[in-house]
Nanobody, 123 residues
Framework: QARLVESGGGLVQPGGSLRLSCAAPGFSPADYAIGWFRQAPGKEREGVSCIAESASEAHYGDSVQGRFTISRDNAKNTIYLQMNSLKPDDTAVYYC????????????????RGRGTQVTVSS
């Protein structure tokens, strides 16, 4: 059964780093774009990053460009989000999501998503 399971969230100080993982068995790179969106209390859902179904392109939200890096290990069926230079505004629940293209993933309107992992950036 295809499912998405996030891990790696936690509490980190401003300027620190975290790496999120998303186990994605059953989601073939040839068929699915996969990535992350986030939701913070009182804020709109925000697309973070996505790697296209061909794995040839990576997309980033404006607020994380240059700080976050998405990658995919096909042998492990896992997607990673390396987050550097974290800011308090990055605090949110991060959801791994998959669908037929990155536009859907970054909008967060997807057929498949995980339960989310909390990231808190605070001193």
């Amino acid at each position: 059964q295809a499912r998405l399971v996030e891990s790696g969230g936690g509490l980190v100080q401003p300027g620190g780093s975290l790496r999120l993982s998303c186990a994605a068995p059953g989601f073939s790179p040839a068929d699915y774009a996969i990535g992350w969106f986030r939701q913070a209390p009182g804020k709109e859902r925000e697309g973070v990053s996505c790697i296209a179904e061909s794995a040839s392109e990576a997309h980033y939200g404006d607020s994380v460009q240059g700080r976050f890096t998405i990658s995919r290990d096909n042998a492990k069926n896992t997607i990673y989000l390396q987050m550097n230079s974290l800011k308090p505004d990055d605090t949110a629940v991060y959801y791994c999501a998959a669908d037929r293209n990155c536009e859907l993933v970054l909008d967060g309107i997807v057929r498949f998503r995980g339960r989310g992992t909390q990231v808190t950036v605070s001193s």
